[in-house]
């Protein structure tokens, strides 16, 4: 790898982490084949490093973040509420294309299940939070703001139409 751009990725960490870690990332460098997914992913954890580097742990200590967000929303309660989210949404897309938009007198079954479908993802997403966000801060943070699009998408419809 070029000397320059090698320089330029190591000073993406900050000065803490290059006293310790610099000789062993610069041989790694050297003798590896970096390609584009991997300087992004050297760029991510350096932002990372610098965001949520333990300043009180020593200069010695490292971040690791083993886990990432695909593996985090594989587990189910990474997909579940995004499953619930978008299954809320079919429901009312759907009962809006038989029905229209016009909101009647009484609510009904399609309105009970899709605030069911909603409300019950609060304890799924408290459970993600509380198993996650301790273990792997970034990747836990990055599924819960997909799983928080999910619902919005999901309300969307129903803020949209006044239903």
């Given at each position: ?61 490292m971040?690791t973040?083993?886990?990432?967000v ?26 809006v ?8 007198r ?38 819960m ?5 999910a ?13």
């Amino acid at each position: 790898m070029n000397r320059t751009i090698m320089a330029w990725i190591i000073r993406l960490y900050p000065k803490s982490w290059r006293s310790r870690f610099r000789a062993e990332f610069e041989d790694l460098l050297a003798s590896e084949h970096i390609g584009a997914f991997a300087l992004l992913d050297v760029a991510r954890a350096a932002t990372v490093e610098r965001l949520f580097s333990p300043s009180g742990l020593g200069d010695d200590t490292m971040q690791t973040y083993p886990n990432s967000v695909v593996m985090l929303i594989r587990k189910p309660s990474g997909y579940l509420p995004i499953i619930m989210s978008m299954a809320a949404l079919a429901l009312v897309v759907s009962i809006v294309a038989m029905h229209g938009a016009a909101r009647g007198r009484d609510e009904g079954a399609a309105a009970h299940t899709f605030q069911l479908l909603v409300v019950a993802q609060l304890p799924i997403l408290a459970f993600f939070a509380v198993k996650w966000l301790r273990k792997d801060r970034v990747s836990a943070l990055s599924v819960m703001v997909i799983q928080a699009a999910a619902v919005g998408l999901a309300l969307l419809p129903v803020w949209a139409f006044g239903l």
